[in-house]
């Protein structure tokens, strides 16, 4: 797999923030190992570590820890270079409160991310 094939990605998404709980911008980047989730209106940053990638017949689920979330999944289409097939494809974003994924429609590559910590900004703070 080519990191470097991984792109940095940073675009802006309003949704139920599931720290402050308001209706906000949810900054989403997209880093080779990574995914940070910042909200614009109380700067409280969500972090996701990338547990595994593989080609995969079988789409990620979350659907078991439904039951267990406060929040609906976010889900929506970015159009990137899969690492995996080099191509250009509208990846599948999946994002709740635990955990991440990004899949590839062409290959099916997945990218698994689970939660790993909050962090707060500053503005958070005052
Ligand atoms: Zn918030
Ligand atoms: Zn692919």
């Not at 402050?20 to 080779?32: H, K, T």
């Not at 409280?44 to 999944?73: G, I, N, W």
């Not at 929506?76 to 899949?103: D, K, M, Y």
Request: proline share 3%.
């Amino acid at each position: 797999m080519d990191e470097g094939l991984i792109r940095q990605w940073d675009f802006d998404r309003g949704a139920l923030c599931f720290h402050c709980r308001s209706e906000a911008v949810q900054r989403i980047e997209v880093l080779p190992k990574a995914i940070v989730v910042t909200c614009a209106d109380c700067g409280a940053e969500r972090h996701y570590e990338l547990e595994s990638s593989q080609v995969t017949k079988q789409r990620p689920r979350f659907d078991r820890d439904t039951s267990r979330l406060r929040y609906d999944a976010w889900k929506f289409l970015r159009e990137a270079r899969c690492p995996h097939c080099g191509n250009r494809t509208r990846n599948e974003f999946t994002i709740t409160e635990q955990a991440a994924s990004i899949v590839c429609p062409a290959c099916s590559f997945s990218r698994i991310y689970t939660f790993h910590a909050y962090s707060t900004s500053k503005r958070w703070s005052l």
